[in-house]
């Protein structure tokens, strides 16, 4: 048994695993919510009284005009949500925990109407199209640059191709992502028709079976792709293919490899026809390359047209009504922003800058989101930077907010560009074919550009100041965010955090980060997206 603490906090139910040795309140009677605003259950009690409890919660966010729900943990949304149904006048939902959002929390969140935000730190594409589908909006606190090996080799990347698609290749054994995502997938598809399955192992293959049972799938073709002589296992995927067959139509069969077929099945009409699939693949990889090496060429010509664009845009713009918008715009935002019953309050303290880089104030012209420029010695980097609302819209779009596979070079959108962060970062996809956007990045990795001095040195400009940054460490890492924080608890986190990036550098700088010191991170996939490669370098010169 679990104990459940609900907890109300300005207009936000915040919903926790207690583990003190905290009383189970299962009397709503006698609950002393009103006075401290917190209350105890054990899960079983929420799960047995999810009518009453839900009556309760309603009346209580319309008490307390609660209009934000917080979970803290993943595994205990589903439990949450039901009795979230009647407090209608609750929209958002925020889930603290970093893990990827599942298929039967977005299943659950469709059928609440009155939930219309959500925020999570991870979400597979196809979920996000569903949630955006039913206009649910969705913020993501991590990038989307990833799905699981079963997704990515079977193109699942939207709802519709999970729904329509026809045959599948799965390859065995499952880790427990793939699984995961098997499972959603038999839940979501209409018309699966052939399961390919790259080698036999009868464990997994009665897994397999089994859960395509669970989800009522027949009509089904399983082709085992592995040379099998043995004549034991022939004849138990004989028996279990006579069992399958007669009672739920689904259908196993063998494909031998070429390699085998060219050994024992008629040899030299098989290499005749290897011959003839030969001429036919050398003549497609000859069209897949062609077709890349135009793509990348026809992507650098893009990028280099729009930073000639730029540069007209820079040199015939007057900007001096965008200035003084600009500026006007940042002091109405303060004097909004300020609460007039605090006055000592944080927000009163941050500078307000007015606009010196006239340059960059140009670009607004173009787009009202750019927030600075990037340039890193001796790489093609050499960009403005923008900032969207999230992650994910500079991901696919360009500057100029045409929609393009190159992306753009943007700033995390927790990031503060007139008084920057402890840690300003900075994303860009590694685009290396065509060297455009980070495609050049992975220069800064190899020891010739690293101890070159002057490479050590980057540049980067905001509309308030122009600064330089230099470079305390470079490593590739496997998937992870432990290093995209912006926000730190005190100096002595933010010199852990600092201490911790630096031991993971492939080279010792030997330069010193205080605790009073700001950084910047850059951020792009590295290694066919199974890692990152990470740049962090501290704030030296400002204003220059």
Same mark, same amino acid.
């Given at each position: 048994?679990?104990?459940?603490?609900?907890?109300?906090?300005?207009?936000?139910?915040?919903?926790?695993?207690?583990?003190?040795?905290?009383?189970?309140?299962?009397?709503?009677?006698?609950?002393?919510?009103?006075?401290?605003?917190?209350?105890?259950?054990?899960?079983?009690?929420?799960?047995?009284?999810?009518?009453?409890?839900?009556?309760?919660?309603?009346?209580?966010?319309?008490?307390?005009?609660?209009?934000?729900?917080?979970?803290?943990?993943?595994?205990?949304?589903?439990?949450?949500?039901?009795?979230?149904?009647?407090?209608?006048?609750?929209?958002?939902?925020?889930?603290?925990?970093?893990?990827?959002?599942?298929?039967?929390?977005?299943?659950?969140?469709?059928?609440?109407?009155?939930?219309?935000?959500?925020?999570?730190?991870?979400?597979?594409?196809?979920?996000?199209?569903?949630?955006?589908?039913?206009?649910?909006?969705?913020?993501?606190?991590?990038?989307?640059?990833?799905?699981?090996?079963?997704?990515?080799?079977?193109?699942?990347?939207?709802?519709?191709?999970?729904?329509?698609?026809?045959?599948?290749?799965?390859?065995?054994?499952?880790?427990?992502?793939?699984?995961?995502?098997?499972?959603?997938?038999?839940?979501?598809?209409?018309?699966?028709?052939?399961?390919?399955?790259?080698?036999?192992?009868?464990?997994?293959?009665?897994?397999?079976?089994?859960?395509?049972?669970?989800?009522?799938?027949?009509?089904?073709?399983?082709?085992?792709?592995?040379?099998?002589?043995?004549?034991?296992?022939?004849?138990?995927?004989?028996?279990?293919?006579?069992?399958?067959?007669?009672?739920?139509?689904?259908?196993?069969?063998?494909?031998?490899?070429?390699?085998?077929?060219?050994?024992?099945?008629?040899?030299?009409?098989?290499?005749?026809?290897?011959?003839?699939?030969?001429?036919?693949?050398?003549?497609?990889?000859?069209?897949?390359?062609?077709?890349?090496? =135009?793509?990348?060429?026809?992507?650098?010509?893009?990028?280099?047209?729009?930073?000639?664009?730029?540069?007209?845009?820079?040199?015939?713009?007057? =900007?001096?009504?965008?200035?003084?918008?600009?500026?006007?715009?940042?002091?109405?935002?303060?004097?909004?922003?300020?609460?007039?019953?605090?006055?000592?309050?944080?927000?009163?303290?941050?500078?307000?800058?007015?606009?010196?880089?006239?340059?960059?104030?140009?670009?607004?012209?173009?787009?009202?989101?750019?927030?600075?420029?990037?340039?890193?010695?001796?790489?093609?980097?050499?960009?403005?930077?923008?900032?969207?609302?999230?992650?994910?819209?500079?991901?696919?779009?360009?500057?100029?907010?045409?929609?393009?596979?190159?992306?753009?070079?943007?700033?995390?959108?927790?990031?503060?560009?007139?008084?920057?962060?402890?840690?300003?970062?900075?994303?860009?996809?590694?685009?290396?074919?065509?060297?455009?956007?980070?495609?050049?990045?992975?220069?800064?990795?190899?020891?010739?550009?690293?101890?070159?001095?002057?490479?050590?040195?980057?540049?980067?400009?905001?509309?308030?100041?122009?600064?330089?940054?230099?470079?305390?460490?470079?490593?590739?890492?496997?998937?992870?965010?432990?290093?995209?924080?912006?926000?730190?608890?005190?100096?002595?986190?933010?010199?852990?955090?600092?201490?911790?990036?630096?031991?993971?550098?492939?080279?010792?700088?030997?330069?010193?980060?205080?605790?009073?010191?700001?950084?910047?991170?850059?951020?792009?996939?590295?290694?066919?997206?199974?890692?990152?490669?990470?740049?962090?370098? =501290?704030?030296?010169?400002?204003?220059?």
């Amino acid at each position: 048994m679990k104990k459940i603490l609900i907890n109300i906090k300005n207009n936000e139910i915040i919903f926790a695993y207690k583990t003190n040795n905290s009383a189970i309140n299962n009397d709503l009677i006698n609950t002393n919510i009103i006075s401290n605003n917190e209350l105890i259950f054990s899960d079983k009690y929420l799960t047995d009284n999810t009518k009453i409890i839900t009556s309760f919660l309603k009346e209580l966010a319309i008490q307390y005009n609660i209009t934000s729900a917080i979970i803290t943990k993943i595994d205990l949304v589903l439990l949450v949500l039901p009795l979230l149904a009647k407090a209608t006048s609750i929209n958002t939902l925020y889930i603290k925990e970093d893990e990827v959002l599942t298929y039967a929390i977005t299943e659950a969140l469709i059928n609440i109407k009155h939930i219309t935000k959500i925020n999570c730190a991870s979400i597979q594409p196809f979920m996000l199209e569903l949630l955006d589908k039913n206009n649910i909006t969705c913020e993501t606190r991590n990038e989307i640059l990833y799905i699981s090996n079963f997704m990515q080799n079977n193109n699942l990347f939207n709802y519709a191709n999970i729904y329509y698609k026809t045959n599948i290749r799965i390859n065995l054994p499952l880790d427990l992502e793939d699984t995961k995502d098997l499972n959603d997938f038999c839940k979501i598809n209409k018309y699966l028709k052939t399961i390919h399955v790259n080698k036999f192992i009868p464990s997994e293959l009665e897994h397999l079976i089994k859960l395509l049972l669970t989800y009522n799938r027949h009509n089904l073709n399983i082709v085992i792709h592995e040379n099998i002589n043995d004549e034991k296992t022939i004849n138990y995927l004989k028996d279990l293919n006579k069992k399958m067959k007669q009672k739920y139509h689904i259908y196993l069969s063998l494909e031998y490899s070429q390699e085998y077929l060219n050994k024992n099945i008629f040899a030299q009409t098989i290499i005749n026809m290897l011959k003839v699939c030969g001429l036919i693949i050398s003549s497609l990889v000859i069209l897949v390359i062609t077709y890349i090496g =135009v793509s990348n060429y026809v992507a650098l010509k893009q990028v280099n047209k729009i930073k000639e664009d730029l540069a007209k845009t820079i040199k015939l713009t007057d =900007v001096t009504d965008i200035v003084e918008e600009k500026n006007a715009e940042n002091i109405k935002n303060k004097e909004e922003n300020t609460p007039p019953e605090n006055p000592d309050s944080s927000i009163q303290e941050e500078e307000i800058k007015l606009v010196t880089n006239y340059d960059l104030a140009a670009l607004l012209s173009v787009n009202e989101e750019v927030v600075g420029e990037l340039t890193v010695n001796n790489t093609n980097v050499d960009y403005p930077v923008v900032q969207a609302d999230n992650n994910d819209y500079y991901l696919n779009h360009n500057i100029n907010k045409e929609k393009n596979p190159n992306g753009w070079i943007f700033m995390d959108y927790r990031n503060n560009s007139m008084n920057l962060d402890k840690n300003t970062i900075i994303y860009g996809h590694n685009m290396y074919y065509s060297g455009v956007m980070f495609g050049t990045l992975h220069k800064t990795a190899n020891k010739d550009w690293y101890t070159n001095p002057d490479n050590q040195i980057i540049t980067f400009n905001t509309l308030y100041a122009k600064m330089q940054f230099k470079i305390f460490s470079i490593y590739r890492v496997p998937k992870t965010n432990d290093y995209l924080r912006v926000y730190f608890t005190d100096d002595a986190d933010f010199l852990d955090f600092i201490n911790d990036m630096t031991k993971r550098s492939i080279y010792n700088f030997n330069v010193p980060v205080n605790a009073n010191d700001k950084i910047i991170t850059l951020s792009t996939c590295s290694n066919n997206g199974t890692k990152r490669l990470v740049i962090h370098a =501290v704030l030296i010169n400002e204003n220059l």
